[in-house]
């Protein structure tokens, strides 16, 4: 079991659906992160959230649009995916500096 | 910049050794190692830090060359559970941790 949990651990979607991905920590990090994962690839830094402000927007298109409405969540709200946005998304979180801890990620199908 | 690891895959009996080489164009400060099996989530293996410092809660070691901006994870009498994807990250600014496109470990019995 991860300490970062991350809700659903599996999403299919239609291209005009709207859904949104959870992911909760309870270690009181202050830094928390969203990466893209394709199959054998490293993940790739999406955004990141220091202290509950968007820090890092790795251009990002539109279509994904996170919030961080408390220190211990992170959401990441999606909105007319297209189907190579078909991949694991990421959560993680640190402290400064310090090594990241990541949830299991949600497994996202676009149709 | 995306670090450059190498060799991308190793394949192993148990017990023997191996070793996992991260480069960076840019200057490192500090590096992280990170494991990921398949399906599963990243776990961080190492730190690595400028001056020699290092930090890490399994039986790997690792090195880090300031000059040659490299980085290198030793895993000796490897077990069974040590396969997956390997990943080195350097840390760029304050947070932007960039994975290098991965090193697959595969041991067999």
């Known amino acids: 079991d991860t300490e970062v949990t991350q809700t659903p651990k599996h999403l299919v979607m239609g291209m005009t659906n709207k859904k949104s991905l959870k992911c909760e920590q309870h270690m009181g990090h202050r830094a928390m992160y969203w990466y893209k994962q394709k199959a054998k690839k490293p993940p790739e830094l999406m955004f990141v959230y220091s202290y509950e402000k968007l820090s890092i927007n790795e251009s990002v298109p539109s279509r994904f649009s996170p919030e961080c409405p408390n220190s211990s969540l992170l959401n990441l709200h999606l909105h007319a995916l297209q189907p190579e946005d078909s991949a694991l998304y990421l959560c993680?979180?640190?402290?400064?500096?310090?090594?990241?801890?990541f949830g299991d990620g949600t497994r996202l199908s676009i149709l | 910049q995306q670090p450059v690891q190498s060799p991308q895959a190793v394949i192993l009996r148990e017990g023997e050794d191996a070793v996992i080489n991260c480069s960076s164009s840019k200057a490192l400060y500090s590096v992280h190692w990170y494991r990921q099996k398949h399906g599963e989530a990243p776990v961080f293996l190492m730190i690595l830090l400028k001056g020699g410092e290092q930090k890490g809660h399994e039986k790997i070691s690792a090195s880090f060359n300031e000059k040659k901006q490299q980085s290198s994870l030793y895993l000796t009498a490897s077990q069974l559970s040590y396969s997956g994807t390997y990943f080195c990250g350097p840390i760029q600014g304050a947070q932007k941790l960039v994975f290098g496109q991965g090193t697959r470990l595969t041991i067999n019995p």
């Open positions: 993680a979180s640190s402290q400064r500096g310090q090594p990241q801890h």
